[in-house]
């Protein structure tokens, strides 16, 4: 157990919707960081906050926005899905800016 | 379980036997390399690290190897078990100067025959 918690673990829904997937990181832990993981594409990076303010960003849609909160869980908001965003979508947690992440197990979201 | 891949690299190998997973990375900036194991159904965890002013850098059964010349980075298993069936991604610190970003290669898939 890597003391990260993401929820929901899996989610299904539609073209369209829009969901949020949340994540609490280890306790002490300042950055946040978000991944997409495709059977196609790998694991790619999102986005990172570091202590409530947004640190890096990677390939994230316009579509995606994600935020962390002053107790420093992060929320990660998908609107307008489509189906290829379906995907396991990971947070990782690290207590700096740099150094290893400590990844969740995920959240896998299927859109129909 | 589930696939984390449909088309990776994978290798076989026997039980006992020691295991070597290669990565080339992409760029010659990069400071810090991190291997990382996911089982199936689980997240990334964190194997070994290695900085770029190090060529080796050991921990318990594994060893990690670097070649700044050729941007390789390899990872060692001593005495493979089933245990370390999984699949392993290399992953390189992109982001330069304060920044930070890992950026994960494809990944290998390890299957370790009893």
């Known amino acids: 157990d890597s003391g990260v918690t993401q929820t929901p673990k899996h989610l299904i829904t539609a073209t369209g919707q829009r969901v949020t997937l949340r994540c609490s990181p280890r306790?002490?832990?300042?950055?946040v960081y978000w991944y997409q993981q495709s059977l196609d594409q790998g694991l790619q990076f999102l986005i990172q906050?570091?202590?409530?303010?947004?640190?890096a960003k990677g390939n994230i849609l316009e579509r995606f926005s994600a935020q962390q909160f002053p107790d420093l869980h992060s929320e990660l908001n998908l609107s307008s899905l489509e189906l290829g965003d379906s995907a396991l979508y990971f947070c990782?947690?690290?207590?700096?800016?740099?150094?290893?992440?400590?990844f969740g197990e995920g959240s896998r979201l299927t859109v129909l | 379980g589930e696939s984390v891949g449909l088309h990776l690299p994978t290798l076989s190998v026997q039980e006992g036997d020691n295991s070597i997973i290669n990565c080339a990375y992409s760029n010659s900036a990069s400071d810090y390399f991190i291997w990382y194991k996911q089982e199936s159904g689980k997240g990334p965890q964190f194997i070994i690290d290695i900085r770029s002013n190090m060529d080796k850098r050991q921990g318990q059964r594994v060893t990690v190897l670097l070649n700044k010349t050729v941007k390789h980075l390899s990872l060692q298993i001593a005495a493979t078990q089933p245990g370390d069936s999984a699949v392993y991604f290399c992953a390189e610190n992109t982001g330069g100067g304060s920044n930070y970003k890992l950026t994960f290669g494809k990944g290998t898939l390890l299957t370790v025959n009893p």
């Open positions: 906050y570091y202590n409530g303010e947004e640190r």
């Open positions: 990782a947690s690290s207590p700096r800016v740099t150094g290893e992440l400590f």
């Open positions: 306790s002490g832990d300042l950055s």
